[in-house]
C-alpha cells in the first residue's frame, strides 16, 4: 500500500533536484519495506552521518551472517538430537526400520549443521579463538559417521532379525517383549543364523566409520587444556563412547561372522566344557571340578550332560598310564595324569587339547560312548555370577543362589551338604547339574530385547579370560587367538611377562588371596638389561573348610634366551614338610616359545610372602633400546582376579614417548613409571 505523504500532490510535478534530475519518490507499488529502509536511512543520515550509516552498514554485513549461521547451526544440531532421540525409543521397542529413518534424519541434520557452521571456519587461524572453532567443526564431522555407523548396525539387526521377511510377527513380538529365543522354530533360527555367517561386510563397514569419526575427535586432543568447559565435556563423552563403541565392534563385531559355525551352523557342533574353580586357581583358569559334552545344531542343544569330573577320573584310574607333570607329582604325590589336572599348562591351546586327549581316553577306559569333540570351552564361576545378575535369583533343589552368594553356597553344597543330607558323593554335584539346566532354560526364556545384555556379558568375560575357547579346526582357532579369545602364550617382539600360578592342594584358598606384581628394569653390565619380577602374596583367610596355607607352583615367563640371575622366596615345601623354611630349586626351562622359571612357595593364614627371580633379557634387547624403541607385553593368568601391576623401568637415556603415558610429574627422565592392574591384558610402547 503507497505511503499517502510521500506521494506527490496529484497534478502538480515533483520539484527538481539542483542537478536537473527529479526526485525518485517511491510510487505506489513499491513495498511498504522499502519504503520504510528509505526512512530509516535518511534519519540514521540525519542524526549521525553518511559515514556512520555505511560503518553500521558494514558491520551488519559481518555480524548478520554469523549470527545466522549460528543460528542455523545450532537449530540443526537441535534437530539432530531430538531425531536422535527419537531412533533411541523406536530401536528400544525394534521399529527398526523408524529407528533407521530418525538416525539418517539426524545425520542429515548434523550434515547440515556442519555446512551451516562453515562462515566460523575463517577464524581457525587465530590463536585460542581458532582452536574453539576448529574443535568444533570436528565435533560435529565426527558426529556424522557415528550416526551413520549406527544407521547400519540398526539395518544388520533388522536383516538378520526378518532374513526372508517370514520374521514380520517375530519382530512385532520382539518390540511387545514377548519373543524369546526359545520361541523360535528352527527355521528361523537357520536363517538367522546365515545371515550372520555373512555379516561381515557390514561389520568391516560399521568399523570404518566408528574409525573415522574416532580419528576427527583425537585431533581435538590436542587442544583440550585450551578448550571451553562446553566443548571438553563435548570432547571427553564423544571420545569415551566412541572408544566405547570401537572396544565393542573391534572385540565383538567379528564374532558375529563365527557364531553360526559355533552354535552348529551349517555343521554340528560337540563341545567338552569345563566348569573352572578360580577359587582354587590353576594355569589355565581354575581347578576343572565339573565337566560336561554339549552338543549343537542350528542354534539349538540338542544334548547337554554333565557330572562331577572325579566320577570320571575314578572309573578310569586303574587304566590311565600316563604321568603327570612334575610338579604335581612332587608337591601332591599324584602320579597319573588325570582330566581334572588337564589345564597345566597357561596356554590353553595346549591345556584344550590335553584335555580332549585326557577325555577320550578315560571315557574309554570307563567305557562310555566314543565321542568326537570339535574344540573345548571352559567359564569360570565368575561368568555365571554375571549371568545371575542379568537371569535374577535362581533356586533349585531348595536352594536359592544370587550373584553374590552363587560361589559360597555352591562350595558348601558339594563339599559339606551332601554329607549332611546323606547323598553318596558321586551325587555331591548333582546340584550343578541341576542349576546349569535352569540357566540354560532362563537365557532361553529371556526377552530377545535383552540379547545385548548377554552380549556385552560375553564380550567382558571374554576379554578378562573368564571364558576361553579352544577349537580343532584351524580357521576357527586362528580366528579365537586373533581376538585374544584363546588364552595363548602369546607371541611378542618386545619384552614379555607371564606369571602363571598353579593352587595344589591349597582348597579354595584364591578367593583370600591378595596378590600385587611389580615389574622393573635397569641397565647391567655389559650393555644388557635386567628384569627383576616380584609377586607379593597376602594370606587374608583362616583355617576353615575351604581355605588353608596358600601352596603354588608359580611359573614366571619371560622372553626366550633370558638368563637366570637369582631368586627369593622359594620353599622345598609347605611349612608342614619344611618346617625350617629351607629355600626350594628355581627350576628353569623352555615352554611355549618362552624362558620359565617355575618355583613353590606356601604362605600361612594371616601373613605375606614375596617371590622374586631375576633374569637378564638377550642382547637383541639392548639393541632394540639403543636403536630408539621398547615394548613390552603382560599377559593376564586365564581366571586370575585383576591383581595390582607396578612397572619401573630404568632406560638409562631419556623417554621420549610413551603409550600409556606416565603422570605428567613422571616424564622428562629416564624412567618410566606406572601403576595399573591386570583386568586384562596389558601392552607399553616406549620411544626414545
Not at 574344540?375 to 544370587?402: H, M, N, Q, R
Not at 553356597?409 to 554329607?419: G, T
Request: contains cysteine; proline residues 6%.
Amino acid at each position: 500500500m503507497p505511503i499517502p505523504h510521500l506521494q506527490p500532490k496529484e497534478h502538480e510535478p515533483p520539484p527538481l533536484l539542483p542537478d536537473g534530475r527529479a526526485p525518485a519518490f517511491p510510487s505506489a507499488r513499491v513495498p511498504l519495506l522499502t519504503a520504510a529502509c528509505g526512512i530509516v536511512r535518511r534519519r540514521f543520515f540525519t542524526f549521525f552521518g553518511r559515514k556512520a550509516f555505511f560503518i553500521a552498514l558494514g558491520i551488519a554485513l559481518v555480524v548478520v551472517p554469523f549470527a545466522v549461521s549460528a543460528g542455523a547451526t545450532a537449530w540443526y544440531l537441535k534437530e539432530a538430537r531430538q531425531n536422535f532421540n527419537l531412533a533411541l525409543a523406536a530401536a528400544e521397542s525394534l521399529a527398526l526400520a523408524d529407528a533407521r529413518a530418525a538416525v539418517k534424519t539426524a545425520e542429515i541434520d548434523t550434515r547440515r549443521a556442519s555446512a551451516w557452521f562453515t562462515p566460523w571456519r575463517i577464524f581457525t587461524p587465530l590463536p585460542w579463538v581458532g582452536n574453539q572453532v576448529s574443535s568444533a567443526h570436528r565435533l560435529m564431522s565426527a558426529a556424522a559417521p557415528t550416526l551413520a555407523a549406527v544407521g547400519e548396525t540398526l539395518a544388520l539387526v533388522e536383516d538378520v532379525l526378518e532374513p526372508t521377511g517370514r520374521l514380520s510377527s517375530s519382530v512385532a513380538d520382539l518390540a511387545q517383549g514377548e519373543s524369546t529365543l526359545a520361541n523360535l522354530s528352527r527355521e528361523e533360527k537357520r536363517a538367522i543364523l546365515q545371515k550372520l555367517l555373512s555379516s561381515a561386510e557390514a561389520v568391516k563397514k560399521i568399523s570404518e566409520r566408528l574409525a573415522e569419526a574416532k580419528r576427527e575427535v583425537a585431533y581435538i586432543s590436542q587442544y583440550q587444556k585450551t578448550l571451553l568447559p562446553s566443548l571438553q565435556k563435548m570432547s571427553a563423552l564423544m571420545s569415551a563412547k566412541l572408544e566405547q563403541a570401537n572396544e565393542v565392534i573391534a572385540s565383538f563385531g567379528p564374532f558375529l561372522s563365527v557364531l553360526p559355525e559355533l552354535a552348529g551352523y551349517p555343521q554340528s557342533k560337540n563341545y567338552l566344557f569345563f566348569l573352572a574353580n578360580n577359587n582354587e586357581l590353576r594355569p589355565s583358569a581354575g581347578f576343572l571340578g565339573y565337566y560336561g559334552t554339549l552338543s549343537l545344531a542350528d542354534g539349538e542343544i540338542v544334548s547337554l550332560l554333565s557330572d562331577d569330573i572325579y566320577n570320571l577320573d575314578y572309573r578310569a584310574a586303574a587304566k590311565v598310564v600316563r604321568e603327570s607333570p612334575e610338579p604335581i607329582a612332587r608337591f601332591l604325590g599324584i602320579k597319573k595324569w588325570y582330566l581334572r589336572d588337564a589345564n597345566w599348562s597357561p596356554d590353553f591351546a595346549a591345556a584344550g587339547e590335553a584335555a580332549l586327549t585326557l577325555y577320550e581316553e578315560e571315557a574309554r577306559f570307563a567305557g562310555l560312548p566314543a565321542a568326537k569333540f570339535d574344540g573345548v570351552i571352559v567359564v569360570t564361576p565368575d561368568v555365571a555370577e554375571d549371568l545371575l545378575k542379568i537371569l535374577g535369583p535362581i533356586a533349585v533343589s531348595g536352594v536359592t543362589f544370587t550373584a553374590d552368594n552363587l560361589t559360597d553356597r555352591l562350595e558348601y553344597q558339594v563339599e559339606l551338604a551332601y554329607l549332611e543330607t546323606g547323598k553318596p558323593k558321586s551325587e555331591r554335584k548333582k546340584i550343578l547339574a541341576d542349576l546349569l539346566g535352569e540357566v540354560v532354560r532362563r537365557i532361553s526364556a529371556l526377552p530377545a530385547r535383552r540379547a545385548g545384555e548377554i552380549a556385552a556379558l560375553l564380550a567382558e568375560n571374554l576379554k578378562e579370560k573368564h571364558i576361553l575357547f579352544y577349537s580343532r579346526d584351524s580357521a576357527l582357532q586362528k580366528f579365537f587367538e586373533q581376538q585374544h579369545w584363546g588364552g595363548r602364550v602369546e607371541d611378542s617382539p618386545g619384552d614379555y611377562l607371564l606369571v602363571a600360578d598353579a593352587n595344589l592342594g591349597a582348597l579354595k584358598t584364591d578367593a583370600v588371596m591378595k596378590r600385587r606384581i611389580d615389574y622393573t628394569l635397569e641397565p647391567a653390565a655389559a650393555g644388557r638389561f635386567k628384569a627383576i619380577v616380584s609377586v607379593r602374596y597376602e594370606n587374608t583367610g583362616n583355617f576353615t573348610p575351604f581355605t588353608t596355607r596358600y601352596r603354588t607352583y608359580t611359573r614366571f615367563y619371560a622372553p626366550s634366551g633370558s638368563s637366570l640371575v637369582a631368586a627369593s622366596g622359594q620353599l622345598l615345601g609347605d611349612k608342614l614338610a619344611n618346617p625350617k623354611a629351607l629355600p626350594g630349586p628355581v627350576d628353569v626351562m623352555s615352554e611355549s616359545g618362552k624362558a620359565v622359571f617355575g618355583m613353590f612357595t606356601s604362605i600361612e593364614p594371616g601373613e605375606s610372602r614375596t617371590l622374586t627371580v631375576e633374569y637378564l633379557l638377550p642382547e637383541s634387547f639392548a639393541d632394540s633400546i639403543r636403536a630408539g624403541r621398547y615394548s613390552l607385553l603382560v599377559q593376564k593368568q586365564s581366571g586370575a582376579a585383576d591383581y595390582p601391576l607396578t612397572l619401573d623401568l630404568r632406560f638409562g637415556k631419556k623417554l621420549g614417548r610413551a603409550a600409556p603415558a606416565e603422570d605428567a610429574k613422571e616424564w622428562g627422565d629416564d624412567r618410566y613409571r606406572l601403576e595399573t592392574n591386570l583386568a586384562a591384558d596389558r601392552i607399553f610402547e616406549i620411544g626414545f
